[in-house]
């Protein structure tokens, strides 16, 4: 990503006529401190925030959340049915998830064949391709043996 510091986010914020506020930074700055794999709602976002002693509603939140998906320095993920997550959109294309519909428990997995069959039928169609998300919805293990035993 071309401007994960601080400088480099104010710059490209003030080019696209949107003001570098301290909430933007630190939005960003706790993305840029999660670990790979570690996903965000905008509550969890939000109560962060707070316990960090920022003053900021839940709505400015959300509305920094998608000028930063639309900005492409955080991936929207609809995880969860109805629950949607972000995460810092590292350039990483074999990037995909599997969630359990029962407890919403989340794994991350890499397989390149997913991204190269997106990327044969992108450009068969005339398409560039930004981003390649496969999410899978099943039930995990735990779920799995908590239905068998009842």
């Not at 710059?11 to 706790?30: F, H, M």
């Not at 959340?65 to 900005?71: G, K, N």
């Not at 990037?95 to 064949?113: D, G, L, Q």
């Amino acid at each position: 990503m071309p401007f994960l510091s601080d400088s480099a986010l104010k710059d490209e914020l003030n080019a696209r006529g949107y003001r570098a506020t301290p909430q933007r930074q630190k939005v960003l700055s706790i993305f840029m401190e999660l670990t790979q794999g570690e996903h965000l709602s905008a509550e969890d976002l939000h109560n962060l925030l707070e316990e960090d002693g920022e003053r900021i509603s839940l709505s400015t939140v959300y509305r920094t959340l998608h000028l930063m998906v639309y900005m492409g320095l955080l991936r929207e993920l609809e995880l969860a049915e109805g629950h949607k997550h972000y995460e810092l959109n590292r350039p990483l294309k074999d990037h995909h998830h599997i969630v359990c519909v029962h407890c919403n428990k989340t794994v991350e997995f890499a397989e390149r064949s997913v991204a190269k069959i997106g990327e044969k039928t992108a450009s068969s169609a005339g398409y560039h391709v930004l981003d390649c998300q496969l999410t899978l919805y099943g039930i995990c293990a735990n779920c799995t043996a908590q239905q068998q035993a009842r």
